[in-house]
């Protein structure tokens, strides 16, 4: 069983449709990132959250700690979020990633 | 300003040369890191610098594999004897003191032929 991992693995909707990628994760984290790969394979970071809930335009990361479950919703999707969305937990000096999640939204 | 670069963007090499990987991270960045990200898998970790001390090098996945660092900037990945199973792309990130938050090179992919 990996440490990290995320549902689905591959997700496609229509343009406007609201998103939801889940990670979980079996280790002790100090933080929980989201990230952003673009299909030419540079990686943005989208979140850093040990607690509650962030909002940044129509994105939204929340995280469990006790459940040790962390969500990213995209709301209103459009063609230009279509990447792939990784998550990786941190504990001291290294992250650990899920596979990550293709999402292609269609227009 | 400038975010982390690395070079050369491209590399392809031939089974058993060696082969040196350039990271500049963002200036003031205390930390860098090195991960590894074979085509359709998932990234991993290799190494973990702060300042130019290794503290955590346990991603390393063999001993033909060795990187450095200059004070708080420049690093170099470094794999001597290269093999197939070596193609990826390799990316660094930098971060600041006090930040979790890391930013990322755009890679370096290799191809070992």
């Known amino acids: 069983k990996n440490e990290v991992e995320q549902s689905p693995q591959n997700l496609t909707a229509q343009e406007g449709e609201f998103i939801t990628i889940n990670c979980s994760y079996s280790?002790?984290?100090?933080?929980l990132h989201w990230l952003q790969q673009h299909p030419g394979g540079g990686i943005v970071s989208l979140f850093m959250?040990?607690?509650g809930k962030k909002k940044h335009g129509r994105l939204i990361a929340t995280i469990n700690i006790q459940e040790k479950h962390s969500s990213l919703h995209i709301t209103a999707s459009h063609p230009r979020d279509s990447a792939v969305y990784i998550c990786?937990?941190?504990?001291?000096?290294?992250?650990?990633f899920g596979e990550g999640t293709q999402l292609t939204v269609n227009p | 300003g400038a975010g982390v670069s690395q070079s050369p963007s491209n590399k392809v090499t031939e089974k058993g040369k060696d082969v040196e990987l350039r990271c500049d991270p963002i200036?003031?960045?205390?930390?860098l890191y090195w991960y590894r990200q074979r085509l359709g898998q998932g990234l991993e970790f290799l190494i973990y610098f702060q300042g130019n001390s290794a503290p955590d090098k346990s991603g390393l996945p063999s001993d033909r594999f060795s990187a450095e660092r200059t004070g708080e900037s420049v690093s170099t990945l470094t794999i001597q004897r290269t093999q197939q199973e070596d193609s990826a792309v390799y990316l660094c990130?930098?971060?600041?003191?006090?930040?979790?938050?890391?930013?990322f090179g755009p890679g370096t992919r290799l191809t070992v032929t």
């Open positions: 200036s003031g960045h205390t930390a």
């Open positions: 959250l040990s607690s």
């Open positions: 990786a937990v941190g504990g001291g000096s290294r992250l650990t």
């Open positions: 280790v002790g984290i100090s933080a």
């Open positions: 990130a930098s971060r600041t003191r006090g930040s979790g938050e890391q930013y």
